[in-house]
Protein backbone atom coordinates (compact mmCIF):
# COMPACT_ATOMS: atom_id res chain seq x y z
CA UNK A 1 0.00 0.00 0.00
CA UNK A 2 1.37 3.19 -1.05
CA UNK A 3 0.30 6.04 0.44
CA UNK A 4 1.04 9.88 -0.32
CA UNK A 5 -0.04 12.94 1.72
CA UNK A 6 -0.77 15.49 -0.75
CA UNK A 7 -2.71 17.94 1.47
CA UNK A 8 -3.88 18.93 4.43
CA UNK A 9 -7.63 19.47 2.94
CA UNK A 10 -9.58 16.91 1.53
CA UNK A 11 -9.44 15.98 -2.08
CA UNK A 12 -12.71 17.02 -3.36
CA UNK A 13 -12.10 14.70 -6.50
CA UNK A 14 -9.25 13.26 -8.64
CA UNK A 15 -8.73 11.46 -11.98
CA UNK A 16 -5.86 9.40 -13.95
CA UNK A 17 -4.66 9.26 -17.02
CA UNK A 18 -4.33 6.09 -19.07
CA UNK A 19 -0.74 5.13 -18.30
CA UNK A 20 -1.79 6.60 -14.67
CA UNK A 21 1.68 8.87 -14.54
CA UNK A 22 -0.30 11.72 -13.84
CA UNK A 23 -3.36 12.69 -11.50
CA UNK A 24 -5.39 15.55 -11.42
CA UNK A 25 -7.43 16.51 -8.09
CA UNK A 26 -9.05 19.62 -6.89
CA UNK A 27 -7.43 20.57 -3.15
CA UNK A 28 -11.19 21.93 -2.11
CA UNK A 29 -10.79 25.56 -4.05
CA UNK A 30 -11.69 26.43 -7.33
CA UNK A 31 -8.59 25.16 -9.40
CA UNK A 32 -7.52 21.66 -10.30
CA UNK A 33 -3.92 20.47 -9.74
CA UNK A 34 -2.00 17.55 -12.21
CA UNK A 35 0.80 15.99 -10.36
CA UNK A 36 3.31 14.17 -12.34
CA UNK A 37 5.19 10.91 -10.47
CA UNK A 38 9.05 11.66 -10.15
CA UNK A 39 10.10 8.36 -9.27
CA UNK A 40 9.11 8.15 -5.60
CA UNK A 41 7.92 11.61 -5.43
CA UNK A 42 4.39 13.84 -6.79
CA UNK A 43 5.37 17.29 -8.36
CA UNK A 44 2.66 19.69 -9.52
CA UNK A 45 2.87 20.05 -13.20
CA UNK A 46 0.06 21.93 -14.17
CA UNK A 47 -2.57 24.30 -12.40
CA UNK A 48 -5.86 24.49 -14.00
CA UNK A 49 -7.60 27.43 -13.16
CA UNK A 50 -11.22 28.57 -14.92
CA UNK A 51 -13.89 27.97 -12.38
CA UNK A 52 -15.19 30.35 -9.94
CA UNK A 53 -16.93 27.64 -7.95
CA UNK A 54 -15.46 24.67 -5.84
CA UNK A 55 -14.49 21.64 -8.73
CA UNK A 56 -17.05 18.94 -7.28
CA UNK A 57 -16.08 16.62 -10.17
CA UNK A 58 -13.22 15.40 -12.85
CA UNK A 59 -13.10 12.66 -15.39
CA UNK A 60 -9.98 12.12 -17.39
CA UNK A 61 -10.80 10.88 -20.62
CA UNK A 62 -8.00 7.98 -21.61
CA UNK A 63 -7.88 7.70 -25.20
CA UNK A 64 -8.48 11.38 -26.63
CA UNK A 65 -6.35 12.82 -23.58
CA UNK A 66 -8.96 15.68 -22.29
CA UNK A 67 -9.93 16.39 -19.12
CA UNK A 68 -14.07 17.21 -17.89
CA UNK A 69 -14.40 19.34 -14.69
CA UNK A 70 -17.58 20.60 -13.37
CA UNK A 71 -18.18 23.15 -10.49
CA UNK A 72 -20.26 24.58 -8.13
CA UNK A 73 -20.23 27.66 -10.46
CA UNK A 74 -23.22 25.75 -12.60
CA UNK A 75 -20.49 25.40 -15.45
CA UNK A 76 -18.07 22.31 -17.04
CA UNK A 77 -15.00 22.68 -18.53
CA UNK A 78 -13.69 20.92 -21.41
CA UNK A 79 -9.35 20.93 -21.45
CA UNK A 80 -7.36 20.07 -23.73
CA UNK A 81 -3.47 19.49 -24.12
CA UNK A 82 -1.92 22.28 -26.52
CA UNK A 83 1.52 21.72 -26.24
CA UNK A 84 2.26 21.78 -22.46
CA UNK A 85 -0.60 23.96 -21.54
CA UNK A 86 -4.69 23.02 -20.72
CA UNK A 87 -6.97 25.20 -22.65
CA UNK A 88 -10.56 25.10 -21.55
CA UNK A 89 -13.54 25.35 -23.43
CA UNK A 90 -16.85 26.28 -21.72
CA UNK A 91 -19.52 23.67 -21.97
CA UNK A 92 -23.33 25.89 -21.52
CA UNK A 93 -25.12 23.29 -18.82
CA UNK A 94 -28.41 25.27 -18.74
CA UNK A 95 -28.42 24.39 -14.93
CA UNK A 96 -29.06 26.58 -12.25
CA UNK A 97 -27.89 24.73 -9.58
CA UNK A 98 -23.71 23.47 -8.77
CA UNK A 99 -23.14 20.47 -10.53
CA UNK A 100 -21.88 17.59 -8.69
CA UNK A 101 -20.45 14.48 -10.44
CA UNK A 102 -19.11 14.14 -14.15
CA UNK A 103 -18.38 11.22 -16.08
CA UNK A 104 -16.96 10.74 -19.83
CA UNK A 105 -18.64 7.81 -22.15
CA UNK A 106 -17.12 4.70 -22.66
CA UNK A 107 -16.25 6.11 -26.44
CA UNK A 108 -15.65 9.29 -24.86
CA UNK A 109 -17.90 11.32 -27.69
CA UNK A 110 -20.18 12.66 -24.98
CA UNK A 111 -20.08 12.78 -21.08
CA UNK A 112 -22.86 13.47 -18.29
CA UNK A 113 -23.28 15.62 -15.08
CA UNK A 114 -25.25 15.34 -12.37
CA UNK A 115 -26.23 18.65 -10.76
CA UNK A 116 -28.28 19.92 -7.81
CA UNK A 117 -30.81 21.22 -10.44
CA UNK A 118 -32.79 17.68 -10.52
CA UNK A 119 -31.48 16.74 -13.67
CA UNK A 120 -28.60 15.28 -15.78
CA UNK A 121 -26.93 17.21 -18.32
CA UNK A 122 -25.80 15.25 -21.29
CA UNK A 123 -22.91 16.76 -23.05
CA UNK A 124 -21.59 15.91 -26.90
CA UNK A 125 -19.60 17.99 -29.32
CA UNK A 126 -21.90 19.79 -32.67
CA UNK A 127 -19.45 19.89 -35.08
CA UNK A 128 -21.15 21.98 -37.27
CA UNK A 129 -20.88 25.05 -34.50
CA UNK A 130 -17.90 23.74 -33.17
CA UNK A 131 -19.51 23.59 -29.64
CA UNK A 132 -20.57 21.37 -27.00
CA UNK A 133 -24.22 20.80 -26.68
CA UNK A 134 -26.36 19.86 -23.94
CA UNK A 135 -29.56 17.44 -23.28
CA UNK A 136 -31.33 17.34 -20.29
CA UNK A 137 -32.77 14.16 -18.43
CA UNK A 138 -35.35 15.49 -16.27
CA UNK A 139 -37.81 13.06 -15.20
CA UNK A 140 -38.55 11.53 -12.91
CA UNK A 141 -36.02 12.73 -10.94
CA UNK A 142 -36.35 14.68 -7.47
CA UNK A 143 -33.34 15.57 -5.66
CA UNK A 144 -29.79 16.19 -6.50
CA UNK A 145 -27.88 13.80 -8.69
CA UNK A 146 -24.52 12.25 -6.49
CA UNK A 147 -23.17 9.73 -8.87
CA UNK A 148 -23.23 8.28 -12.34
CA UNK A 149 -21.61 5.53 -14.33
CA UNK A 150 -22.13 4.58 -18.19
CA UNK A 151 -22.30 1.19 -18.99
CA UNK A 152 -20.20 -0.40 -21.19
CA UNK A 153 -22.44 -0.01 -24.51
CA UNK A 154 -21.97 3.75 -24.22
CA UNK A 155 -26.02 4.42 -24.14
CA UNK A 156 -27.16 3.54 -20.77
CA UNK A 157 -26.45 5.86 -17.41
CA UNK A 158 -26.81 4.62 -13.83
CA UNK A 159 -27.72 7.74 -11.57
CA UNK A 160 -27.69 7.69 -8.15
CA UNK A 161 -29.58 11.28 -5.99
CA UNK A 162 -30.58 12.24 -2.91
CA UNK A 163 -34.18 11.43 -3.43
CA UNK A 164 -33.01 7.99 -2.01
CA UNK A 165 -33.51 6.22 -5.55
CA UNK A 166 -31.28 4.89 -8.27
CA UNK A 167 -31.68 4.57 -11.87
CA UNK A 168 -30.83 3.60 -15.38
CA UNK A 169 -31.36 5.89 -17.96
CA UNK A 170 -30.88 6.12 -21.95
CA UNK A 171 -28.52 8.90 -22.68
CA UNK A 172 -28.61 7.56 -26.79
CA UNK A 173 -27.86 10.61 -28.32
CA UNK A 174 -28.89 9.90 -32.36
CA UNK A 175 -26.24 12.57 -33.43
CA UNK A 176 -23.37 11.01 -32.47
CA UNK A 177 -23.56 7.44 -32.07
CA UNK A 178 -26.25 4.29 -34.23
CA UNK A 179 -28.68 2.67 -32.06
CA UNK A 180 -27.63 0.13 -29.64
CA UNK A 181 -28.20 -3.24 -29.62
CA UNK A 182 -30.78 -4.77 -26.89
CA UNK A 183 -29.63 -5.82 -23.77
CA UNK A 184 -30.36 -7.25 -20.42
CA UNK A 185 -31.92 -3.61 -19.03
CA UNK A 186 -34.43 -3.59 -21.79
CA UNK A 187 -34.57 -2.87 -25.75
CA UNK A 188 -36.10 0.51 -26.58
CA UNK A 189 -33.77 3.09 -25.62
CA UNK A 190 -35.08 6.15 -26.70
CA UNK A 191 -33.16 9.27 -25.14
CA UNK A 192 -34.30 9.72 -21.45
CA UNK A 193 -36.11 6.50 -21.23
CA UNK A 194 -36.54 5.04 -17.58
CA UNK A 195 -35.10 1.61 -17.84
CA UNK A 196 -34.52 0.95 -14.41
CA UNK A 197 -35.57 2.77 -10.79
CA UNK A 198 -35.24 1.00 -7.68
CA UNK A 199 -37.36 1.52 -4.77
CA UNK A 200 -36.94 3.65 -2.16
CA UNK A 201 -33.75 2.91 0.22
CA UNK A 202 -33.69 5.52 3.43
CA UNK A 203 -30.75 6.94 2.20
CA UNK A 204 -29.15 9.18 -0.43
CA UNK A 205 -27.50 7.13 -2.98
CA UNK A 206 -23.63 8.49 -2.83
CA UNK A 207 -22.15 6.39 -5.66
CA UNK A 208 -23.32 4.28 -7.93
CA UNK A 209 -21.01 1.97 -10.58
CA UNK A 210 -21.59 -0.46 -13.38
CA UNK A 211 -19.91 -3.86 -13.09
CA UNK A 212 -17.65 -4.81 -16.07
CA UNK A 213 -19.90 -6.40 -17.92
CA UNK A 214 -22.99 -4.16 -17.26
CA UNK A 215 -25.51 -6.71 -16.72
CA UNK A 216 -24.84 -5.31 -12.66
CA UNK A 217 -25.12 -2.13 -11.02
CA UNK A 218 -24.22 -1.92 -7.46
CA UNK A 219 -24.81 1.49 -5.08
CA UNK A 220 -24.14 2.15 -1.54
CA UNK A 221 -26.48 4.99 0.84
CA UNK A 222 -26.62 6.79 3.25
CA UNK A 223 -28.33 4.06 5.82
CA UNK A 224 -25.05 2.00 5.61
CA UNK A 225 -26.16 -0.05 3.06
CA UNK A 226 -25.12 -1.54 -0.14
CA UNK A 227 -27.54 -2.69 -2.88
CA UNK A 228 -26.71 -4.44 -5.88
CA UNK A 229 -29.42 -4.93 -8.88
CA UNK A 230 -28.41 -7.90 -11.45
CA UNK A 231 -30.37 -7.36 -15.13
CA UNK A 232 -29.94 -11.22 -15.37
CA UNK A 233 -32.31 -11.64 -12.54
CA UNK A 234 -34.80 -9.58 -14.24
CA UNK A 235 -33.67 -6.98 -12.32
CA UNK A 236 -33.81 -8.26 -8.62
CA UNK A 237 -32.49 -6.33 -6.00
CA UNK A 238 -30.37 -7.36 -3.00
CA UNK A 239 -29.29 -5.14 -0.38
CA UNK A 240 -26.80 -5.61 2.50
CA UNK A 241 -27.06 -3.40 5.76
CA UNK A 242 -23.79 -3.18 6.89
CA UNK A 243 -22.41 -2.57 10.46
CA UNK A 244 -20.18 0.29 9.34
CA UNK A 245 -20.46 4.06 9.22
CA UNK A 246 -22.28 5.03 5.76
CA UNK A 247 -19.80 4.32 2.62
CA UNK A 248 -19.24 7.01 -0.11
CA UNK A 249 -17.93 5.24 -2.71
CA UNK A 250 -17.75 1.66 -4.28
CA UNK A 251 -16.44 0.13 -7.41
CA UNK A 252 -16.46 -3.42 -8.82
CA UNK A 253 -13.18 -5.61 -8.70
CA UNK A 254 -14.51 -8.52 -10.00
CA UNK A 255 -17.97 -9.20 -11.94
CA UNK A 256 -18.38 -11.21 -8.13
CA UNK A 257 -16.35 -8.35 -5.79
CA UNK A 258 -16.84 -5.30 -5.18
CA UNK A 259 -14.75 -2.84 -3.10
CA UNK A 260 -16.46 0.06 -0.83
CA UNK A 261 -15.10 3.12 1.66
CA UNK A 262 -16.80 5.35 3.30
CA UNK A 263 -16.39 7.35 6.73
CA UNK A 264 -14.74 4.76 8.51
CA UNK A 265 -11.79 5.48 6.43
CA UNK A 266 -11.04 1.71 5.17
CA UNK A 267 -11.50 0.38 2.21
CA UNK A 268 -13.98 -3.06 2.48
CA UNK A 269 -14.59 -6.19 0.77
CA UNK A 270 -17.98 -7.33 -0.74
CA UNK A 271 -18.75 -10.56 -2.64
CA UNK A 272 -21.93 -10.97 -4.60
CA UNK A 273 -23.12 -14.61 -4.91
CA UNK A 274 -24.82 -15.21 -8.17
CA UNK A 275 -26.97 -18.73 -7.68
CA UNK A 276 -28.30 -17.09 -3.70
CA UNK A 277 -28.72 -13.77 -5.12
CA UNK A 278 -27.00 -12.59 -1.74
CA UNK A 279 -24.24 -9.54 -0.83
CA UNK A 280 -22.31 -10.66 2.11
CA UNK A 281 -19.00 -8.47 3.89
CA UNK A 282 -15.98 -10.40 3.26
CA UNK A 283 -13.83 -8.10 5.41
CA UNK A 284 -11.83 -5.00 5.77
CA UNK A 285 -8.91 -4.71 3.28
CA UNK A 286 -6.54 -2.36 5.86
CA UNK A 287 -4.50 -3.88 7.52
CA UNK A 288 -3.01 -1.80 10.38
CA UNK A 289 0.49 -1.52 11.37
CA UNK A 290 1.12 -3.49 14.52
CA UNK A 291 2.20 -0.54 16.67
CA UNK A 292 3.98 -1.87 20.19
CA UNK A 293 1.80 -1.82 22.99
CA UNK A 294 2.96 0.50 25.33
CA UNK A 295 1.64 -0.56 28.65
CA UNK A 296 0.12 1.80 30.62
CA UNK A 297 1.48 3.17 33.77
CA UNK A 298 -1.27 3.48 36.77
CA UNK A 299 -1.15 6.89 36.37
CA UNK A 300 -2.56 7.16 32.85
CA UNK A 301 -4.97 4.44 33.60
CA UNK A 302 -6.53 6.52 36.76
CA UNK A 303 -6.43 9.04 34.55
CA UNK A 304 -8.24 7.67 31.49
CA UNK A 305 -10.80 6.49 34.25
CA UNK A 306 -11.24 9.72 35.78
CA UNK A 307 -11.94 11.51 31.77
CA UNK A 308 -13.60 9.17 29.81
CA UNK A 309 -15.00 6.48 32.45
CA UNK A 310 -12.96 3.51 30.89
CA UNK A 311 -9.48 2.23 31.18
CA UNK A 312 -9.48 1.35 27.70
CA UNK A 313 -8.10 2.85 25.22
CA UNK A 314 -8.49 0.89 22.15
CA UNK A 315 -10.34 3.38 20.67
CA UNK A 316 -8.10 6.50 20.76
CA UNK A 317 -6.37 6.87 17.51
CA UNK A 318 -7.59 5.86 13.72
CA UNK A 319 -5.17 2.96 13.10
CA UNK A 320 -6.11 3.01 9.58
CA UNK A 321 -4.06 4.14 6.11
CA UNK A 322 -6.02 7.35 5.57
CA UNK A 323 -6.92 9.60 8.49
CA UNK A 324 -10.37 10.59 7.70
CA UNK A 325 -13.09 9.69 5.76
CA UNK A 326 -12.78 7.99 1.56
CA UNK A 327 -14.45 9.84 -1.16
CA UNK A 328 -13.47 8.32 -4.03
CA UNK A 329 -12.32 5.15 -5.48
CA UNK A 330 -11.14 4.46 -9.09
CA UNK A 331 -9.69 1.22 -10.45
CA UNK A 332 -5.83 2.09 -11.83
CA UNK A 333 -5.07 -1.50 -13.32
CA UNK A 334 -7.05 -4.35 -14.72
CA UNK A 335 -10.18 -2.87 -15.35
CA UNK A 336 -13.27 -3.81 -13.16
CA UNK A 337 -13.44 -7.25 -14.90
CA UNK A 338 -10.14 -7.99 -12.98
CA UNK A 339 -8.73 -5.14 -10.99
CA UNK A 340 -5.02 -5.32 -9.57
CA UNK A 341 -4.82 -1.97 -8.47
CA UNK A 342 -6.93 0.45 -6.84
CA UNK A 343 -6.41 4.07 -5.77
CA UNK A 344 -8.52 5.99 -2.77
CA UNK A 345 -8.51 9.40 -2.23
CA UNK A 346 -9.97 11.11 0.89
CA UNK A 347 -10.81 14.22 3.30
CA UNK A 348 -7.23 14.15 4.65
CA UNK A 349 -5.56 15.23 1.64
CA UNK A 350 -4.09 11.52 0.71
CA UNK A 351 -3.91 9.05 -1.72
CA UNK A 352 -3.54 5.61 -1.40
CA UNK A 353 -2.97 3.07 -3.89
CA UNK A 354 -3.70 -0.44 -2.73
CA UNK A 355 -2.95 -3.58 -4.58
CA UNK A 356 -5.08 -6.72 -4.94
CA UNK A 357 -2.68 -9.55 -5.16
CA UNK A 358 -0.45 -8.10 -1.90
CA UNK A 359 -3.73 -7.66 0.21
CA UNK A 360 -4.91 -11.25 -0.60
CA UNK A 361 -2.04 -12.75 0.62
CA UNK A 362 -1.53 -10.18 3.82
CA UNK A 363 -4.94 -11.42 4.83
CA UNK A 364 -5.80 -14.73 5.21
CA UNK A 365 -9.23 -14.47 4.92
CA UNK A 366 -9.66 -12.78 1.82
CA UNK A 367 -11.49 -14.46 -1.21
CA UNK A 368 -12.32 -12.31 -4.09
CA UNK A 369 -14.10 -14.07 -6.59
CA UNK B 1 -36.99 52.38 0.53
CA UNK B 2 -36.03 51.79 4.42
CA UNK B 3 -39.28 50.76 4.95
CA UNK B 4 -39.50 47.93 2.67
CA UNK B 5 -36.50 46.56 3.22
CA UNK B 6 -37.54 46.49 7.18
CA UNK B 7 -40.77 44.57 6.04
CA UNK B 8 -40.44 41.14 6.75
CA UNK B 9 -44.04 40.39 6.08
CA UNK B 10 -42.74 38.04 3.05
CA UNK B 11 -40.89 35.96 5.85
CA UNK B 12 -44.08 34.60 6.89
CA UNK B 13 -44.82 32.37 3.35
CA UNK B 14 -43.32 29.34 2.65
CA UNK B 15 -42.37 29.89 -1.35
CA UNK B 16 -41.17 26.50 -1.50
CA UNK B 17 -44.93 25.16 -1.47
CA UNK B 18 -45.22 27.01 -4.70
CA UNK B 19 -42.41 25.74 -6.44
CA UNK B 20 -43.91 23.47 -9.07
CA UNK B 21 -41.11 20.54 -9.06
CA UNK B 22 -41.19 20.04 -5.37
CA UNK B 23 -40.77 16.82 -3.48
CA UNK B 24 -43.97 15.62 -2.30
CA UNK B 25 -43.66 11.98 -0.15
CA UNK B 26 -44.98 8.84 -2.33
CA UNK B 27 -48.38 8.10 -0.91
CA UNK B 28 -47.75 5.09 1.46
CA UNK B 29 -50.27 2.86 0.63
CA UNK B 30 -52.49 2.09 4.42
CA UNK B 31 -51.49 -1.06 6.11
CA UNK B 32 -54.70 -3.18 7.13
CA UNK B 33 -55.22 -2.74 10.98
CA UNK B 34 -53.01 -4.48 12.48
CA UNK B 35 -54.47 -6.97 15.81
CA UNK B 36 -53.33 -5.34 18.69
CA UNK B 37 -50.66 -7.47 20.46
CA UNK B 38 -50.53 -5.64 24.16
CA UNK B 39 -53.21 -8.20 25.87
CA UNK B 40 -51.10 -11.08 24.30
CA UNK B 41 -47.78 -9.77 25.51
CA UNK B 42 -48.88 -8.62 28.54
CA UNK B 43 -49.90 -12.16 29.16
CA UNK B 44 -46.67 -13.48 28.50
CA UNK B 45 -45.04 -11.17 30.45
CA UNK B 46 -46.86 -11.95 33.66
CA UNK B 47 -46.64 -15.54 32.99
CA UNK B 48 -43.01 -14.67 32.98
CA UNK B 49 -42.31 -15.56 29.82
CA UNK B 50 -39.93 -12.48 28.67
CA UNK B 51 -38.29 -13.47 25.68
CA UNK B 52 -41.75 -14.98 23.73
CA UNK B 53 -43.22 -11.87 24.69
CA UNK B 54 -40.29 -9.90 23.83
CA UNK B 55 -40.43 -11.68 20.37
CA UNK B 56 -44.15 -10.96 20.02
CA UNK B 57 -43.67 -7.56 20.28
CA UNK B 58 -41.47 -7.56 18.23
CA UNK B 59 -43.14 -9.32 15.64
CA UNK B 60 -46.26 -7.01 15.52
CA UNK B 61 -44.97 -3.98 14.92
CA UNK B 62 -45.46 -3.12 11.57
CA UNK B 63 -43.41 -0.69 9.82
CA UNK B 64 -46.39 1.31 7.83
CA UNK B 65 -48.08 1.89 10.98
CA UNK B 66 -50.28 5.39 9.79
CA UNK B 67 -51.64 6.59 13.54
CA UNK B 68 -49.79 8.13 16.09
CA UNK B 69 -52.01 6.21 18.52
CA UNK B 70 -51.17 3.15 17.60
CA UNK B 71 -47.47 4.07 17.36
CA UNK B 72 -47.62 5.34 21.07
CA UNK B 73 -49.58 2.27 22.23
CA UNK B 74 -47.16 -0.36 20.31
CA UNK B 75 -43.75 1.93 22.28
CA UNK B 76 -45.55 1.04 25.47
CA UNK B 77 -45.87 -2.42 25.17
CA UNK B 78 -42.20 -2.58 23.93
CA UNK B 79 -41.21 -0.37 26.73
CA UNK B 80 -42.90 -2.66 29.28
CA UNK B 81 -41.44 -5.98 27.48
CA UNK B 82 -37.52 -4.27 27.76
CA UNK B 83 -37.85 -3.17 31.16
CA UNK B 84 -39.09 -6.49 32.07
CA UNK B 85 -36.22 -8.22 31.17
CA UNK B 86 -33.04 -8.87 33.80
CA UNK B 87 -29.56 -8.09 32.73
CA UNK B 88 -28.32 -11.23 32.45
CA UNK B 89 -30.90 -11.89 30.18
CA UNK B 90 -30.50 -9.42 27.28
CA UNK B 91 -27.53 -10.46 25.30
CA UNK B 92 -29.28 -13.98 24.78
CA UNK B 93 -32.57 -11.89 23.80
CA UNK B 94 -30.52 -9.74 20.81
CA UNK B 95 -28.76 -12.55 19.89
CA UNK B 96 -31.84 -14.08 18.70
CA UNK B 97 -32.73 -11.77 16.09
CA UNK B 98 -31.80 -11.26 12.83
CA UNK B 99 -30.60 -8.24 11.41
CA UNK B 100 -34.04 -6.65 10.47
CA UNK B 101 -34.64 -7.17 14.43
CA UNK B 102 -31.87 -5.47 15.40
CA UNK B 103 -32.88 -2.28 13.68
CA UNK B 104 -36.12 -2.44 14.81
CA UNK B 105 -35.05 -2.96 18.53
CA UNK B 106 -32.24 -0.31 18.35
CA UNK B 107 -35.06 1.92 16.64
CA UNK B 108 -37.64 1.06 19.81
CA UNK B 109 -34.55 1.56 22.20
CA UNK B 110 -33.83 5.41 20.98
CA UNK B 111 -37.54 5.82 21.24
CA UNK B 112 -37.34 4.46 24.20
CA UNK B 113 -35.10 7.31 25.14
CA UNK B 114 -37.10 10.23 24.58
CA UNK B 115 -39.63 9.66 26.64
CA UNK B 116 -37.17 8.57 29.76
CA UNK B 117 -39.33 7.31 33.09
CA UNK B 118 -37.77 6.25 35.87
CA UNK B 119 -35.74 3.79 35.99
CA UNK B 120 -36.24 3.36 32.05
CA UNK B 121 -33.02 4.86 30.89
CA UNK B 122 -30.84 2.58 33.27
CA UNK B 123 -32.07 -1.02 31.30
CA UNK B 124 -32.63 0.61 28.00
CA UNK B 125 -28.71 1.57 28.27
CA UNK B 126 -27.80 -1.91 28.57
CA UNK B 127 -30.01 -2.93 25.68
CA UNK B 128 -27.97 -0.26 23.71
CA UNK B 129 -24.46 -1.93 24.07
CA UNK B 130 -26.04 -5.52 23.27
CA UNK B 131 -27.44 -4.16 20.32
CA UNK B 132 -24.65 -2.38 19.58
CA UNK B 133 -22.45 -5.02 19.96
CA UNK B 134 -24.21 -7.06 17.21
CA UNK B 135 -25.63 -4.00 15.02
CA UNK B 136 -22.95 -2.29 15.02
CA UNK B 137 -22.59 1.57 14.30
CA UNK B 138 -25.11 0.80 11.26
CA UNK B 139 -27.77 0.24 12.93
CA UNK B 140 -27.83 3.28 14.78
CA UNK B 141 -27.49 4.90 11.50
CA UNK B 142 -30.14 3.16 9.67
CA UNK B 143 -32.31 4.85 13.18
CA UNK B 144 -31.52 7.95 12.26
CA UNK B 145 -31.54 7.40 8.48
CA UNK B 146 -35.18 6.14 8.63
CA UNK B 147 -37.99 7.60 6.87
CA UNK B 148 -40.60 4.90 8.54
CA UNK B 149 -40.36 6.04 12.38
CA UNK B 150 -41.43 3.24 14.74
Redesign the interface.
Known amino acids: MAYHSFLLEPISCHAWNKDRTQIALCPNNHEVHIYRKDGAKWSKVHELKEHNGQVTGIDWAPESNRLVTCGTDRNAYVWTLKGNAWKPTLVILRINRAARCVKWSPRENKFAVGSGSRLISICYFEQENDWWVCKHIKKPIRSTVLSLDWHPNNVLLAAGSCDFKCRIFSAYIKEVEERPSPTPWGSKMPFGELMFESSSSCGWVHSICFSASGTRVAWVSHDSTLCLADASKRMAVTSLCTETLPLLAVTFITENSLVAAGHDCCPMLFTYEESQGVLTFGGKLDVPKQSSQRGLTARERFQNLDKKASSDTANATLDTLHKNSISQISVLAGGKANCSQFCTTGMDGGMSIWDVKSLESALKDLKIK | MARSTLSSRFRRLDIDQYDE?R?VE?PEEAAAAEPDAGPEVEALLRQGDALRAFHTAIRSSPANMKSQAMKEQAQGTMLKVLTSFKSSEIEQAVNSLD?NGV?LLMKYIYKGFEKPTENSSAILLQWHEKALAV?????I??VL???KTV
Do not use: H
Request: glycine share 20%.
Open positions: NFERDGGLGSVRTAR
